[in-house]
């Protein structure tokens, strides 16, 4: 419970973390080297979607 004042808050900061390290972080041992690119391109661009972060064109 490093930094958070309480049980509560730790948890809160938990329940919306976990979500986003899973999007960011898939079974790498699983996947090729060119799959594990190829997905994380796609979540990338789900995510820059998602924030509402176009790149410049």
Request: charged share 25%.
């Amino acid at each position: 419970m490093r930094k958070f004042k309480s049980p509560g808050q730790a948890q809160g900061f938990l329940s919306a973390f976990g979500p986003i390290r899973d999007h960011f972080h898939p079974k790498q041992h699983q996947l090729t080297a060119q799959r594990y690119r190829q997905q994380m391109r796609q979540r990338l661009e789900e995510w820059r979607e998602v924030a509402g972060l176009n790149p410049a064109a």
